[in-house]
């Protein structure tokens, strides 16, 4: 079954069972003040297509009369692949729809091939992980670093990645692969990693700050650095910016020609004995931006991913008081710390949820972003297209 184009209802109740799996369908035409009939025409399409199940227990409270029957999405409906590709290194999930990890792993970059080529050899040894599964494959999500156009899959540009001429990444890589993709940058890929592990209380406002070790390069330099980048999310919506550069990070005490993002130069970087002597050395700088940033969006949490995580302890403590100093107002000091549920996988983890934030991605103002508006219903489509040939 496909559904029209101009016509949202089935992601809003296939978002309502996301959200709230137990809901029942009176639950469902009161929240999203539906007539029962149509609840119940959508629900038996959704039954029909294997989406959801019905589930003994409920959200809904037994009164008398008839009892109500809970819904759940369906564990095994298919799986979303999500990938984070370093200068060195990649890192990959396989997730269902309802966000559980069935399996992730890692592997190295060799050679110098073009990022498409390095991609596409990534794909076919992950493509040998999920065939071992025997489920569909829904959809794929990638994260880079630089600048992203999600909207149309483009790499604008990457320092790390060696693009300065602006790539369809997308249309480059549709014909060897016949499920939807979206790229994104790695620490929004963060930030939706957050959103959806937490989606039935979503946190509102708040940083998502990724810091890794790796190559300076791609191919290029073998020098290693820590990257840091920024995902700022504000009313559970990530912030892109106007030309995509929103959270790009770079102390305002970088010292040209540093291949860091901070002060110290790289000769003093190669001194330097261990990760934890190099996050010892930036922790000043990188504390007085998290802080300023933090108190002017009037945050309340910063979350840090990647190898940083490591190193929280060096860094907690020196947040919250410069965090205290910088503010104006006492309120303004009510802000969270934490570290990501998955660590280094934070980030693919990110890239596969994203797929499913679009999927379930619905506004009441159609005309804010009807790319947004759109994508819900092309990826539904596509999902039930591929659940149905499997």
Known sequence: MRIVQNSNNIIRVLKSIWVKPGISRIEISKLLGLDKSTVTIVVNRLLELCFIEEIASTLTPYIGGRRPVGLALKEKIGV??????????????????????????????????????????IYRQAYKELELLELPLLGIGIAFSGLINPYEGRIIDSNPLGVHTELDFYNEIK????????????????????LNIKHQERPQNFLFVLGEFRKARLFEDDSRVVAVGIGIVIGERVHYGRNFSAGEYKS????????????????????????REIIENIKGELIKDIAYLTNMLDLSRVTFGGDIVSYFDL??????????????????NEVEFTISGYREYTVSYGAASMLIE??????ENPSENPWKQKVGIDLFNSFSDSHQKY
């Open 358 to 363: 679009h999927l379930f991605l619905t506004y």
């Open 315 to 332: 860094i907690e403590s020196g947040l919250k008081k410069e965090i205290k100093n910088n503010a104006s107002y006492d309120k303004q």
């Open 80 to 121: 979303i692949l999500g990938f984070e590709i370093q200068t060195n290194c990649y890192h990959a999930v396989i997730i269902d729809l309802n966000g559980n990890m069935i399996k992730s792993f890692t592997g190295e970059i060799h050679g110098k091939n073009d990022i498409i080529t390095t991609f596409i050899e």
């Open 252 to 275: 305002p005490n970088w010292i040209a020609p540093n291949k860091t993002q901070f002060s110290i130069s790289d000769k003093e970087l190669a001194g330097m004995s261990s990760d």
């Open 175 to 194: 014909a060897f692969i016949q499920v939807p993709v979206f790229i994104e940058n790695d620490a929004n890929c963060g930030c939706w990693a957050e």
